[in-house]
């Protein structure tokens, strides 16, 4: 069975850290694309960060200098270390990893909050 497990969030004040880790289990995903989304409430599921298996990168506009997304094919893990963080950071965020025939698997999510 294939899981994905984020964990690192959790409440941080505005201008704060947070470290997010994803490690999968089940099958080994090191050639294959990662990556994060968050959904905030009463939002749709929106793209953050991906990876390519040899770690070309892609961030939304609000990640920016501000987000760096990474791998660890040994460890079949991707991480995402999110710095300068902003209220509008707040949402549960996703792990991703996408398969072949385009087969998505997800984590079950982990809620980022940011205080002001």
């Known amino acids: 069975q294939v899981q994905l497990v984020e964990s690192g969030g959790g409440l941080v004040q505005a201008g704060g850290s947070l470290r997010l880790s994803c490690a999968a289990s089940?099958?080994?995903?090191?050639?294959?694309?990662m990556g994060w989304y968050r959904q905030a409430p009463g939002k749709q599921r929106e793209l953050v960060a991906t990876?390519?298996?040899?770690?070309?990168?892609n961030y939304a506009d609000s990640a920016k200098g501000r987000f760096t997304i990474s791998r660890n094919n040994a460890k079949n893990t991707v991480y995402l270390q999110m710095n300068s963080l902003k209220p509008e950071d707040t949402a549960v965020y996703y792990c991703?990893?996408?398969?072949?025939?385009?087969?998505?698997?997800w984590g079950q999510g982990t809620q980022v909050t940011v205080s002001s």
């Open positions: 089940g099958r080994r995903f090191s050639l294959n694309p």
């Open positions: 991703n990893a996408r398969a072949e025939l385009d087969i998505n698997y």
């Open positions: 990876i390519t298996t040899n770690g070309l990168t």
